[in-house]
């Protein structure tokens, strides 16, 4: 059963942190390169950070390079986003996915508000 389930967000101040988990069924996280979007109200969905099967490469949107950093648990299938400095700019559904299909779970919600 393919399923990817995200979670960790919530609201935050400009300037705080917040960190998302994925899970992920193993069929198509093992060996695959994972990546975060994220959609903001009205606008396309987004490409966030990616990071390599192996987690020794990672790239990010222009607008969060230096403020995330995205890492991946292979023993435990886990994908993660941290992210500091939040803005309100950042505020969007995020979503993860893998390289293998294209599937998508529910989301988690990221509110920047003050």
């Known amino acids: 059963q393919v399923q990817l389930v995200e979670s960790g967000g919530g609201l935050v101040q400009p300037g705080g942190s917040l960190r998302l988990s994925c899970a992920a069924s193993?069929?198509?996280?093992?060996?695959?390169?994972m990546t975060w979007y994220r959609q903001a109200p009205e606008k396309p969905r987004e490409f966030v950070a990616r990071?390599?099967?192996?987690?020794?490469?990672?790239n990010y949107a222009d607008s969060v390079k230096g403020r995330f950093t995205v890492s991946r648990d292979n023993a435990n299938k886990m994908l993660y986003l941290q992210m500091n400095n939040l803005q309100p700019d950042d505020t969007a559904i995020y979503y993860c996915?893998?390289?293998?299909?294209?599937?998508w779970g529910q989301g988690t919600q990221v509110t920047v508000s003050s």
């Open positions: 996915k893998s390289s293998k299909l294209d599937f």
């Open positions: 193993g069929s198509i996280f093992s060996g695959y390169s």
């Open positions: 990071i390599t099967s192996a987690g020794t490469m990672t």
